[in-house]
């Protein structure tokens, strides 16, 4: 998850994500138009970079025990639960043609899209702030500025396509 250095660029991002994840698809499905490649969708969960096997499961243990749990139980587990790193949903495009599979992960496309530094190759985004992109917020209006978010999205799903394999 990215790290915010103050709340305006929290809520610029916020403002940002959804017309961002929106432009996005849009790009891909007009990219999967004239491609051989076929596109489906994962609901994934994300865990913080670092999270043990032994953590994972024992996160999923707890949670399944909550869904069964009596309310004094319940709020044990809860307490638990808020100790512990837990993950948060992610949503991978996966594309394939012939015998290939490659998947990108689409907060990882928003991100690149929205923040001017950001990057899926940093090594610790937990610990990296990020910088929203001023070009897509109208300076007078603090509007999305759709042209250049969709410019943007768009020069990204290019960039991904083009680098798929002929």
């Not at 969960?45 to 994972?56: A, H, L, R």
């Amino acid at each position: 998850m990215p790290k915010f250095s103050n709340i305006t660029s929290w809520e610029q991002a916020e403002l940002l994500m959804q017309p961002a994840f929106i432009r996005i698809i849009d790009h891909i499905r007009k990219q999967l138009e004239t491609s051989s490649w076929r596109e489906s969708y994962q609901d994934v969960q994300i865990w913080p970079q670092g999270t043990s096997e032994e953590t994972k499961t024992r996160v999923l243990e707890l949670r399944e025990q909550l869904s069964t749990a009596s309310p004094e139980t319940a709020d044990e587990i809860r307490e638990l639960l808020t100790e512990l790193p837990n993950p948060y949903p992610g949503y991978l495009l996966c594309l394939r043609w012939q015998d290939q599979e490659f998947s990108f992960d689409l907060w990882d496309l928003c991100y690149q899209v929205c923040f001017s530094n950001y990057s899926p190759l940093i090594a610790d985004p937990a610990n990296w702030e990020v910088e929203i992109d001023q070009t897509l917020i109208e300076a007078d209006t603090g509007d999305v500025n759709w042209q250049q978010l969709d410019g943007k999205a768009g020069n990204l799903i290019a960039q991904i396509f083009a680098s798929l394999p002929k």
